[in-house]
């Protein structure tokens, strides 16, 4: 159990193992020291790196509105689901997506911040991201007009790899969506 303030346990002090007992069928007790998970070292994660990556692209595909960017990203199949508004489901729907932002809207940001990524226990050619993104462009048209519109929320992934050993999309469910002041 763990103080307030306190990191997780780590075996051994230095100073080698604590003893109970003694002589025949005594056991040896490892003693534990508290640190700082500052302190510890971020173990390497090449498929979490390659989906942070990809979602760099992904957002500026989304910026940049553009449609063959984007595609690359994704499986055949592979969609954004969205609650609040349109689906685009597959390469075409992923076109048709971008079509309609470079249409709709001028100097769009987009940033995506993968907060965590997981491989799959049973499928390794299987991942899943999840974190936080912010929108904000400028209509051309409708009510707000030459107005700037922020939206933020956040999202969940399924990524597969495929034989080539690259990441692709194969989900992007957008699961909450607000305003962003």
Do not use: C
């Not at 193992?17 to 500052?38: F, I, K, N, Q, Y």
């Not at 508004?85 to 932002?101: I, K, S, V």
């Not at 956040?154 to 999309?169: I, V």
């Amino acid at each position: 159990m763990t103080g307030q303030g306190e990191g997780p346990a780590r075996s051994g002090s230095g100073e080698g193992p604590a003893r109970s007992g003694s002589g025949e069928g005594s056991r040896e007790e490892t003693a534990l020291e508290w640190v700082d998970p500052e302190e510890l070292e971020p173990p390497d994660d090449p498929v979490g790196d390659a989906i942070r990556e990809a979602n760099v692209r992904y957002a500026h595909a989304l910026a940049m509105a553009d449609a063959n960017a984007l595609v690359a990203l994704f499986e055949p199949d592979g969609a954004i689901i969205d609650g609040d508004g349109p689906d685009a489901l597959g390469h075409e729907g992923l076109r048709e997506m971008a079509h309609y932002a470079r249409e709709r809207f001028t100097d769009v940001t987009f940033d995506i911040d993968v907060e965590w990524t997981k491989v799959d226990g049973l499928d390794h050619t299987v991942a899943y991201a999840a974190g936080t993104w912010r929108m904000g462009f400028v209509s051309r048209s409708g009510r707000h007009a030459g107005e700037r519109v922020r939206s933020r929320g956040r999202f969940a992934e399924t990524w597969n790899r495929g034989t080539d050993g690259t990441w692709r999309l194969h989900r992007d469910l957008t699961l909450t969506r607000e305003v962003d002041e």
